[in-house]
């Protein structure tokens, strides 16, 4: 019988690293795919909060985040490069605004209540960093959700939901509670924290490692999965 582990992943649509990471985790679960599955589950985390709702252009509000034109190019090159490693195609120039990701992340939790929610959030990402999607319009929010499976009259009634966004500020204010303050970050089995786009050789190790304390801990009644 295969163990079960849990990761819970809080991750923001404009971090590159998190998209990053999103592929080195999958590539280590798929290493370790004969011994263990797993229950992934994406949270919110907003690295912009204060955004305008209409988003800025991307290239100069990084380059103020950064320190300048110069150091956007270096940082996004050196980015863009490991990404591709990752097989990624990551394409700043194309991608001209920073949006808002609330209301992306709204979605998201829906989806997760459709058993979408790792295509939407994948959606998400490749529309930003490879497509150049403006996602701080509701139309191409809209758009990029229901081509990952979303139902379209769902999803356009989600964005008017006052409650939905306010459950994902509630969600990011968890967050700060347990002291998460950058991301990527997960939770394994809630118990353990890993910080950051760690190397897919790394969350093998962790999944091993964490492996030989379920095994060591027996069987339990478990409420949440119902297993007794």
Same mark, same amino acid.
């Given at each position: 019988? =295969?163990?079960?582990? =849990?990761?819970?992943?809080?991750?923001?649509?404009?971090?590159?690293?998190?998209?990053?990471?999103?592929r080195?985790? /999958? +590539?280590?679960m798929?290493?370790? *795919?004969?011994?263990?599955?797993?229950?992934?589950?994406?949270?919110?985390?907003?690295?912009?909060?204060?955004?305008?709702?209409?988003?800025?252009?991307?290239q100069?509000?990084?380059?103020?985040?950064?320190?300048?034109?110069?150091r956007?190019?270096?940082?996004?090159?050196?980015?863009?490069?490991?990404?591709?490693?990752?097989?990624?195609?990551?394409?700043?120039?194309?991608?001209?605004?920073?949006? !808002?990701?609330? +209301?992306?992340?709204?979605l998201?939790?829906?989806?997760?209540?459709?058993g979408?929610?790792?295509?939407?959030?994948?959606?998400?990402?490749?529309?930003?960093? *490879?497509?150049?999607?403006?996602?701080?319009?509701?139309?191409?929010?809209?758009?990029?959700?229901?081509q990952?499976?979303?139902?379209?009259?769902?999803?356009?009634?989600?964005?008017?939901?006052?409650?939905?966004?306010?459950?994902?500020a509630?969600?990011?204010?968890?967050?700060? =509670?347990?002291?998460?303050s950058?991301?990527?970050?997960?939770i394994? !089995?809630? +118990?353990?924290?890993?910080?950051?786009?760690?190397?897919? /050789?790394?969350?093998?190790?962790?999944?091993?490692?964490?492996? =030989?304390?379920?095994?060591?801990?027996?069987?339990?009644?478990?409420?949440?999965? +119902?297993?007794?």
């Amino acid at each position: 019988m =295969k163990k079960k582990i =849990k990761i819970d992943v809080i991750s923001d649509v404009v971090c590159p690293w998190c998209y990053i990471g999103k592929r080195r985790l /999958e +590539k280590a679960m798929a290493d370790v *795919s004969a011994d263990y599955e797993f229950d992934v589950v994406y949270h919110p985390f907003e690295l912009n909060p204060g955004m305008s709702t209409s988003g800025s252009n991307q290239q100069e509000y990084l380059s103020e985040k950064f320190g300048g034109l110069e150091r956007y190019h270096q940082i996004t090159a050196h980015t863009t490069k490991i990404a591709a490693q990752e097989g990624l195609p990551f394409d700043f120039e194309k991608q001209k605004v920073s949006p !808002n990701t609330r +209301k992306a992340h709204a979605l998201i939790q829906l989806a997760r209540e459709q058993g979408l929610q790792l295509k939407v959030t994948e959606a998400f990402f490749k529309a930003y960093f *490879s497509d150049g999607i403006d996602l701080s319009k509701d139309e191409q929010l809209i758009n990029v959700a229901v081509q990952a499976g979303l139902d379209r009259f769902a999803a356009e009634a989600h964005l008017k939901d006052d409650m939905a966004l306010m459950q994902v500020a509630l969600a990011e204010q968890e967050a700060g =509670k347990i002291g998460i303050s950058g991301v990527p970050f997960y939770i394994i !089995n809630s +118990k353990y924290g890993v910080s950051g786009a760690q190397a897919s /050789e790394t969350f093998v190790q962790s999944f091993r490692e964490i492996g =030989k304390e379920i095994a060591a801990d027996g069987e339990v009644c478990d409420v949440e999965d +119902k297993n007794c």
